[in-house]
């Protein structure tokens, strides 16, 4: 029997309608995600079995005595408790055990009762000392630290009255807590939001081996595939169950949209047949007939035409003019605030058409070294310096770049003040801004909204160098995506700082890490990055069990490492881009000895026009050699890609 039931629920909010008698139910022990374009009504759906929300109509079924937790954005924290008893005080059946076994005991202690009554209270002692032994009562404590150890809190953390944290730290206790907690099912709304990359992979792997019911909305595709066994899409005011994780829906919507494509298909061939045999012999001799396919056509249910109802911003970054070939020299240098130092001697070279990727936990100077680029910021030490012809677009994860009391179009026409309103609005449409959002206030635009608009502003500038702050954040799947493919197109040099380990996949070719260590650089994707750390993560296990001595320290400033894999795939790109430029050559060549031969003093002298003629067949041959070097270029490319 399912802990929750949804049984043909509708809910709408003023005009907008929600859910239209939507049905669905998640089982003990289900894990499922639940997916879904921004404002689609996610929040409303865990609202709604969560028991925050009523339905306008139908019912939500709850099994009786099924505890069920719900993950805020902003939970309710006792601000005189630490850390460490705000996130335990979830656990109320281990504290409602102690507390019987502190009476039993005080009881045992001022009895003068008769000895029967003495066994009494030892046996029931004891049954409570197993209950909370089962229970995970002596462990609790060390069970809460590690939790929060592995959310990013730190031991002096533990111990800090709640009221100091920030934001961001405070929605991280809040589902500590709720994962320690004794609720059957735990509603969890974004929960990896607030956190840096080694959190969001250590909350997968806790969440993936627990045996309760899990319902989240993420729109992390990583961590949906790591973590959930169905996913639940929400479109078209319904939800659609689909079974496998993240990578497995994609897989099963593509073939179910080919299927519903060739139903509807096949019975538009019928109905056009139909109507030309009802046409023909509705006033000959096989008027029943005809009249009775009229009445079959009336009372047929048609197929709908399959689309893909989830919207996504249209973006594509071009650049104005070409960067030189060195974009940002950086050389040792380190930047501190008082006593507290972010990196030291720090030495980067990024190059024209680069595409780096910055990971690190949070606070560890990612954001401050795209300042010192910017030159917002100065290093302590050092030197950081651009060259020449670089335009920069920044997107700020913060988005002070925007002023909350323009309008949206006002925001654009300060990019382009000579455009006409007509084509602005008209590009503000490509971005999902249609109509009067246009005249929208960027102050009540959500953050999603707001994203795009940084976007917008970008695509407009039409920079040779984008350095992006976390520009994912608040963008739901269509539009991370859209994203994604602009980003694969954009001709220039790339340096972004993500959590988002998909969206790193598809648009970095290396990395920038920074860790406990120092800041390395690593020529390859986030997950040939990752595979090279679990595997070293195995090694150093072994190294440990065989007692053997550690291994020597690393720098602070690690050399550069090498993914194989991808520096074959830089190599190989380096070689596409030259055949490139030398089919182009090649085509210019061809197109002139083209012409030559239409030349009339060419053509009617026999000598010229044998010695064009030969010249022209050599040309195109060495044409058709370039693409045909290309070709298997690019399938050896693209078979190396998909293969890793």
């Not at 972010?342 to 780096?356: K, Q």
């Not at 296990?541 to 020597?552: F, I, M, N, Q, T």
Request: aromatic share 6%; hydrophobic share 35%; glycine share 8%.
């Amino acid at each position: 029997m399912p802990f929750v039931r949804l049984h043909r629920v509708s809910k709408h909010y003023g005009a907008q309608m929600i859910l239209r008698e939507a049905s669905w139910g998640i089982e003990p022990g289900q894990h499922a995600g639940l997916i879904g374009s921004n404002g689609a009504g996610k929040t409303t759906v865990l609202k709604l079995i969560a028991g925050l929300l009523a339905p306008d109509g139908g019912e939500v079924i709850r099994q009786s005595g099924c505890r069920i937790g719900y993950l805020t954005q902003d939970p309710t924290l006792d601000p005189e408790r630490t850390v460490l008893d705000e996130a335990i005080s979830g656990l109320t059946a281990i504290h409602d055990l102690e507390r019987e076994l502190r009476e039993v005991e005080h009881a045992l202690g001022q009895s003068q009762a008769a000895e029967e009554d003495a066994r009494r209270l030892l046996a029931r002692y004891g049954r409570l000392q197993e209950a909370y032994e089962r229970a995970g009562g002596y462990a609790y404590r060390h069970r809460a630290e590690a939790v929060l150890f592995g959310l990013g809190f730190t031991e002096a953390d533990l111990s800090l009255p709640t009221r100091v944290l920030s934001g961001g730290q405070k929605t991280r206790l809040g589902l500590a807590r709720l994962l320690l907690s004794d609720a059957d099912l735990l509603l969890l709304d974004e929960p990896e939001s607030h956190l840096d990359m080694a959190a969001t992979e250590w909350l997968e792997r806790y969440l993936s081996e627990s045996r309760g019911a899990i319902l989240l909305v993420s729109h992390d595709r990583y961590f949906l595939d790591n973590t959930v066994t169905t996913i639940v899409e929400l479109t078209g005011q319904t939800l659609h169950a689909s079974p496998g994780n993240y990578s497995r829906y994609l897989v099963l919507k593509e073939e179910r949209l080919k299927t519903q494509e060739r139903l509807y298909e096949q019975q538009q061939e019928m109905i056009v047949r139909t109507e030309e045999f009802i046409r023909r012999n509705i006033a000959g001799q096989k008027t029943k007939q005809a009249q009775g396919r009229r009445k079959m056509l009336e009372r047929l249910e048609r197929i709908e035409r399959p689309h893909d109802t989830a919207r996504a911003a249209s973006l594509r970054f071009t650049t104005r003019t070409r960067s030189g070939d060195d974009v940002v020299m950086i050389d040792r240098a380190s930047k501190r605030y008082g006593d507290r130092t972010l990196f030291t001697d720090l030495t980067l070279h990024v190059r024209r058409e680069d595409r780096i990727g910055i990971i690190g936990p949070n606070g560890c100077g990612k954001t401050t070294l795209l300042r010192l680029i910017l030159g917002r910021e100065q290093p302590t030490s050092g030197t950081v310096r651009v060259g020449a012809s670089v335009r920069v677009g920044y997107y700020d994860q913060e988005r002070a770049g925007l002023s909350r009391e323009r309008t949206v179009l006002a925001e654009l026409w300060a990019v382009r003040p000579t455009m006409a309103e007509e084509t602005i609005r008209a590009i503000l449409g490509r971005f999902l801004f249609s109509g009067d959002d246009a005249f929208k206030k960027v102050g009540n635009l959500s953050g999603g909204e707001q994203g795009r608009l940084v976007l917008a502003r970008l695509i407009f500038a039409e920079p040779n160098v984008l350095i992006l702050d976390e520009p994912t954040n608040h963008l739901d799947i269509p539009s991370r995506h859209a994203l994604e493919q602009a980003l694969q197109e954009y001709p220039g040099t790339l340096l972004v700082v993500s959590h988002d380990r998909y969206f790193l996949d598809q648009v970095a070719r290396e990395l920038l890490i920074f860790d406990d260590q120092g800041i390395a650089r690593w020529d390859g994707d986030y997950s040939s990055y990752r595979a090279y750390r679990l595997a070293k993560a195995q090694e150093d296990g072994r190294r440990d069990e065989a007692h053997l001595a550690p291994p020597v320290p690393t720098p602070a400033v690690k050399p550069r490492q090498t993914d194989p894999a991808a520096a074959r795939l830089r190599k190989q790109r380096q070689a596409v881009d030259d055949l490139e430029a030398a089919i182009q050559t090649q085509e210019a060549q061809v197109r002139q000895l083209e012409q030559a031969l239409n030349d009339e003093r060419v053509y009617t002298d026999p000598v010229k026009v044998a010695e064009a003629g030969r010249a022209y067949m050599k040309a195109t041959a060495d044409l058709d050699d370039l693409y045909r070097k290309w070709e298997e270029l690019t399938k050896a490319m693209e078979s190396e890609s998909s293969g890793r």
